[in-house]
């Protein structure tokens, strides 16, 4: 057994969940007429050495997501050789953080490079693709920020790559496979906790100038940022980790975008941007809502609310993932209901297992930290989304 699954079956037990029986051992109400809302106090996880061991570079930092993606590989044993970047700004904070990583003066350097087995990239959204299918042709794997894939054609030459070459082309959905509340919520929807899944529900507000972490830097935002058919739009750019959500927690194989919007409501001065958008979702095991905007304010303390809604016949769950609005400024809280209680749980002890699963699927050549054909159908769907969407103006 890898370090991953017994972290996470131990997490599992001290939290009180061991069988199916959804969640045995906790607290019941008490006598009160109103449910008790309790915490379940959780011990640290122990952290393991990593079990395998590769060598990877960075071909491009545009956004800052580049910082988690590189975490999630170290912690898996990977062990960072060289970078290119193209901006300079971006090159050099990164060089900063990382000084043993070699800099190279092309991306042809690190496609030739044979000791280098995995590419990662944040670089400009619609340049992921192209570069991930020359990262393949030249016997690498591939993990991209998201969006990985911006158009129906780059998702079609991305399908071909992958059937010739064989190799991986991973997207970090980072709100998903790096958010320990929305990977608990995944155990507690295997363990049988709500039932079946009928339906998610996402919120993901975001601030255009971030203030706090890696996700984009507080220095204000790119020109690319701002370009549609460069960033991907809305619903392709911060819908993606959303759709991936609804795929995975539904459990749907097949799905459609049964409707979307967009809007520019605040910023005239960049027309072709989106502010908002919404889409509503029917896949062949479960539905799916989702709300993005660019709209939070200061007075929030993080970049974003994001929340993650999930519907079940026996229950349903919560996750607050950044915070918990004028309770606690932590992130990672998740709600329980179910027939016989209310429960809170404190998921900042889960381990994360998407980089060692990751890492091992270089080492192993399997697909188990991110099912292949899910993240590229997630990826389709918000291309068509944000494609078919109806734009909407509203008055002042």
């Known amino acids: 057994m890898n370090y991953q699954s017994r972290g996470r079956r131990d997490f599992l037990k001290s939290a009180g969940i061991g069988s199916v029986a959804m969640m045995a051992g906790l607290p019941a109400f008490g006598g009160g007429a109103q449910p008790i809302l309790e915490d379940a106090v959780l011990p640290p996880q122990q952290d393991e050495a990593p079990k395998n061991h590769i060598k990877f570079s960075v071909c491009g930092m545009s956004h800052d997501h580049i910082y988690g993606m590189v975490g999630a590989v170290q912690r898996g044993g990977g ?24 800099v190279v003066k092309t991306q042809d350097e690190i496609l030739n490079d044979p000791s280098t087995q995995l590419v990662l990239s944040s670089q400009i959204a619609s340049e992921r693709a192209p570069l991930g299918i020359h990262v393949m042709k030249h016997g690498k794997d591939y993990l991209s920020d998201k969006p990985g894939i911006t158009t129906l054609e780059q998702l079609s030459e991305v399908r071909k790559t992958i059937a010739e070459t064989k190799r991986i082309y991973a997207i970090m959905y980072s709100e998903r496979l790096e958010v320990k509340a929305a990977v608990y919520a995944g155990e507690l929807i295997k363990q049988g906790a709500i039932g079946k899944v009928i339906q998610t529900i996402n919120i993901a507000p975001h601030q255009i100038t971030q203030k706090h972490g890696d996700a984009g830097g507080g220095t204000g935002r790119p020109d690319w940022f701002w ?6 739009g809305i619903l392709c750019d911060i819908g993606s980790h959303q759709v991936d959500q609804f795929l995975y927690y539904t459990g749907s194989k097949q799905a459609e975008v049964a409707e979307s919007q967009i809007a520019n409501v605040r910023h005239p001065d960049h027309p072709k941007f989106q502010d908002f958008g919404d889409m509503v979702l029917r ?43 004028a309770v606690k400024k932590q992130g990672n809280n998740l709600f329980v209901v179910d027939s016989k209680q209310a429960r809170y749980i404190d998921c900042n002890n889960m381990p994360l297992p998407f980089g060692p699963d990751f890492v091992a699927d270089i080492v192993n050549r399997t697909h188990v930290a991110q099912d292949q054909e899910q993240c590229l159908l997630a990826a389709e769907l918000v291309i068509k989304a944000q494609k078919n969407a109806k734009l909407v103006t509203l008055k002042d």
Do not use: C, H, M
């Not at 370009?227 to 991907?232: F, H, V």
């Open 283 to 325: 896949g062949d095991r479960g539905l799916g809502y989702v709300r993005l905007d660019w709209f939070t304010p200061d007075g929030l303390g993080t970049w974003g609310d994001g929340r993650l809604f999930i519907l079940g016949t026996d229950g349903y769950i919560e996750a607050r993932k950044y915070t918990d609005v």
């Open 227 to 232: 370009n549609p058919e460069q960033y991907g």
């Open 79 to 102: 062990e960072l050789v060289s970078v290119w970047g193209g901006e300079e700004d971006k090159l050099a904070a990164f060089t900063k953080r990382f000084p043993n990583a070699k």
